[in-house]
């Protein structure tokens, strides 16, 4: 599965939008887009996927770009709760591993 | 419903004992997977189940780790002859759907294993 790249850690007010970015300049046309994201003392949580096309859920919205090099992962307000590290994750459809290769993430912290 | 669930949640081991850890994932969920994060990491993959037969355990780091799963729901994940380097939290994972691309895995809470 192609890499991806994210900061380390970013920071959000409460109650704003927040938008963390993945770099995924070797993604291939099979590949999904996934985020995971890890509260505090807790296992990963499913967040989004998608493919081409932006996509939105109750969760958080996913913007990818054109070329599909980068997406961006969108809390469109930040509460306490959403502080955790997030994941970028590609899963080819075709070929590769069954298993999640998580990386470092972005510690997002959300300031009251 | 339920979600997976692991168990202990906490475990201390002098270094050599064997230690077992289990794992009950969502039922009638074919894919299950271990995973292992240390401190400060993203979980790493262990190895894979889907049904009874272990389809993938290149993660294993040595040959005192051991899994199984042998009526394909439960799963235990067996140390044997801890070492401190194996102080880590061990995730278990299930997931329904048998494609890659779209499938979604869903975490336990994990067990934390120290080694003293």
């Known amino acids: 599965d192609a890499k991806t790249t994210q900061p380390n850690s970013m920071e959000s007010n409460e109650e704003e939008p927040v938008h963390l970015p993945c770099n995924h300049s070797t993604i291939s046309g099979t590949d999904y887009i996934h985020w995971y994201r890890q509260l505090p003392s807790q296992g990963p949580e499913y967040v989004i996927h998608g493919l081409t096309s932006n996509v939105n859920n109750r969760m958080a919205s996913l913007a990818i770009a054109e070329d599909r090099k980068s997406s961006t992962l969108i809390l469109h307000r930040a509460t306490l709760r959403d502080a955790a590290v997030y994941y970028c994750i590609l899963r080819d459809s075709q070929t590769g591993a069954n298993n999640l290769f998580f990386g470092t993430g972005t510690r997002l912290t959300v300031i009251p | 419903g339920a979600g997976v669930s692991q168990s202990p949640r906490y475990k201390v081991a002098k270094r050599g004992q064997d230690v077992a850890l289990r794992c009950d994932p969502i039922?009638?969920?074919?894919?299950l997977f271990w995973y292992q994060q240390a401190l400060g990491q993203g979980p790493e993959f262990l190895t894979y189940?889907?049904?009874?037969?272990?389809?993938?355990k290149s993660g294993l780091p040595s040959d005192r780790f051991f899994a199984e799963r042998p009526e394909g729901s439960v799963s235990t994940l067996k140390i044997q002859r801890t070492q401190q380097e194996d102080s880590a939290v061990y995730l278990c994972?299930?997931?329904?759907?048998?494609?890659?691309?779209?499938?979604?895995?869903?975490f336990g809470p994990g067990t934390r294993l120290t080694v003293l």
């Open positions: 189940f889907q049904n009874e037969a272990q389809l993938d």
């Open positions: 994972a299930s997931s329904f759907s048998l494609y890659r691309g779209t499938d979604t895995q869903y």
């Open positions: 039922s009638g969920h074919v894919s």
